[in-house]
């Protein structure tokens, strides 16, 4: 296991994964595009990591995965592409550490990565 910290993003979006690696460099972590659910699920088994999943990305049966990564004691980050309730309240009730509108989580998630990369 490598014990680098490094982000394990579960998005299909291609320009948002630019916005996702160019914010991981910037914070001094490694990045890794899961390509599955399952890829995902073994990808975070590696070592320490914050897994962030587009909420609204079916491919990724993201609600399962977060209940499958919790299960794993995994570091979790979901976004929506917009305000759904529904969806929000299920990934919480998941047990998503953190669950953000997608533009927040553009505008913030330089200050997310490097919270994450300087936590012990």
């Known amino acids: ?9 579960a998005i299909d979006d291609v320009f948002f994964m630019a916005k996702v690696k160019d914010a991981a460099v910037a914070a001094g ?8 659910h399952l890829d995902a699920i073994e990808r975070s088994k590696a070592g320490p990591c914050l897994v962030v ?7 990724f ?22 305000v759904n309730v529904e969806l929000r309240a299920k990934a919480e009730e998941a047990g ?3 669950v953000l509108a997608r ?4 505008q913030n998630i330089n200050t997310i990565f490097r919270e994450f990369a300087a936590a012990s």
């Not at 999943?53 to 491919?59: F, H, Q």
């Not at 049966?61 to 917009?82: I, M, N, R």
């Not at 533009?103 to 553009?106: D, E, K, T, V």
């Open 1 to 9: 296991m490598s014990s680098a910290k490094r982000i394990v993003a």
């Open 96 to 98: 998503a550490d953190r």
């Open 103 to 106: 533009s927040a989580l553009a």
């Open 29 to 36: 972590l490694g990045i890794e595009f899961a390509r599955s």
């Open 61 to 82: 049966q993201p609600v399962q995965l977060l209940v499958e990564l919790k299960s794993l004691g995994v570091a979790t980050l979901g976004f929506l592409s917009h």
């Open 53 to 59: 999943i587009d909420l609204n990305a079916p491919k």
